[in-house]
């Protein structure tokens, strides 16, 4: 019976891996089925998105080629990415934290100027009360043009030669601080 | 409605064909149905199939064809015939 046997044998392996193969089929089917369904659905977001990105990136381009409208200039009317809309001056009003007048967002950066230190009226301001505590430091006289006295190395003297005391006291703003 | 899924004949058709009496395989594989055992098989196989990847290979297969196909010009035929070959062939290496 030896030859029955390795007949056996290989009818055996044959046999199973037949039957393996069956298995195999079926399973391949429920996969297929399962796949399917889900593209008709259309369940599987990623096929559906990247048809949508390439047409939007198309777009998109297409937009950016188009010299006629620039977003530089009419901004104010042109949508953001998240569809709103800003005014060409940010419209919002608070506080100046140094003079305590009421200001608006965009107009901020020129007040604090003027407020703080830039303009004529504002050294003005800012020297009125530090020369009394330039007065304190030093018993030389403010007023002069001379080389700065040695209490304070933040001064330096202005190129400018005025003989206005702002020239000569006013460096960068900081002698006193609020 | 599209015919889309040509399946062969029944089991029975052929077999009264082919063998008065059962094959060796047709009995095995009754045993195995009856007793429950292929069905346990096959569940077992399809969880192997999961774990080494197999079965997201061949979903991606599908989802590619598809997006080529466009998504509604599929049927189950067509996935099956892209997925045999390959899913045959990556399993007996």
């Known amino acids: ?178 | 409605m599209r015919s889309s899924v040509k399946r062969p004949p029944t089991p029975d058709a052929e077999e009264e064909e082919q063998d008065r009496e059962p094959t060796l395989q047709e009995i095995i594989n009754i045993k195995l149905i009856e007793s429950g055992e292929k069905e346990r098989l096959k569940e077992l196989l399809r969880e192997r199939l999961v774990e080494c990847g197999w079965k997201d290979e061949m979903k991606a297969l599908c989802r590619a064809f598809a997006r080529k196909r466009g998504r509604n010009n599929v049927t189950v035929d067509d996935l099956v015939h892209v997925i045999t070959p390959k899913g045959r062939g990556s399993i007996h290496s």
């Open chain 1, 1 to 178: 019976m030896a030859a029955p046997n390795e007949d056996n044998l290989s009818s055996h392996s044959q046999l199973s891996s037949q039957f393996f193969g069956e298995l195999l089929d079926s399973i391949i089917v429920d996969v297929a089925s399962e796949c399917h369904r889900i593209a008709r659905l259309g369940l599987d977001r990623s096929l559906d998105d990247e048809e949508e990105e390439l047409r939007l990136s198309a777009q998109a381009r297409a937009r950016v080629a188009d010299p006629s409208s620039s977003g530089e200039t009419t901004s104010k009317y042109v949508l953001d990415i998240f569809g709103q809309t800003h005014p060409p001056v940010a419209n919002e009003i608070f506080e100046c934290m140094n003079c305590g007048r009421s200001i608006m967002a965009g107009r901020f950066a020129p007040h604090l100027e003027k407020c703080m230190g830039k303009g004529r009226k504002a050294r003005l301001k800012a020297t009125r009360s530090s020369t009394a505590a330039q007065n304190r430091y030093s018993r030389g006289n403010p007023l002069s043009n001379h080389s700065p006295s040695s209490n304070s190395n933040s001064m330096s003297r202005l190129s400018n030669g005025t003989s206005h005391v702002a020239g000569y006291e006013y460096s960068n703003g900081t002698i006193e601080e609020p």
